[in-house]
């Protein structure tokens, strides 16, 4: 049975979301057969029978698992016999240390893209994000982003200095092919390149190379996605 995967998309189906990049990478880092469900931020509770709180959510013949992290640790264990996305154990630690440093650079990314991020939302989208995203930050949109573009840009760009140091030595994050490490960066790059036309990324930089890598892998898959930049 095809796996089903569902991705949150905004108001022109712009599949846009990090985590929802990282598992689509990841099912297509292991040859896996999968179909994508569009759904809006308002629509993640009805998911799957409901309780879901995020997406992605990954419908496995049934078995229903929410958490990109979650999804690829049970892609990883489910389907031995696929390459694999960590390359062992001291892999899936290295993996894992990135998962959660993406839990720093996720808000720095926002701040760049956030005004332009909540234009492009499904008109019926726009309302519960902006009350639950007010709420989070404790001011409006318009207050959270309202240091010059130049300096969000400059600090996102700093805090990635690490993978960009990393990507002067080899190709990818994981060395000489991409491993899941690469597609956690690459998710929040995707988020960005849906969702807004600010170039977060300075053509010169390792990181853009590596990116238009990424961008070309499973046949240009993520290329092919509805883009700004
Ligand atoms: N730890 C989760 C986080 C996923 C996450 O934050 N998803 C966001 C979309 S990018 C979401 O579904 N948010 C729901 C909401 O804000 O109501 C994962 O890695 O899957």
Redesign the pocket.
Known sequence: MTIILYD?AGGQDQRF????W?TRFALAHKGLAFETRPVR?TQ?PGIAGGGQ????VLDDGGRII????AIATYLEETYPKTPSLFGGAQGRAYALFINNWMNVIGPLMLKVILLDLYARLDPADQSYFRE?REKRFGKTLEAHAAEPMETRVAVLRAVVEPARAVLREQPFLSGAAPLYPDYLLAGYFMWARSMSPEKVLAEDDPLYAWFQRMLDLFGGMARKAPHEW
């Not at 979301?17 to 929802?20: I, L, M, V």
């Not at 709180?53 to 992605?56: F, L, R």
């Not at 929410?66 to 992290?69: A, N």
């Open positions: 949150l979301s990090g985590p929802c990282r931020f993640i709180k995020t997406v992605p929410g958490d990109s992290w639950s």
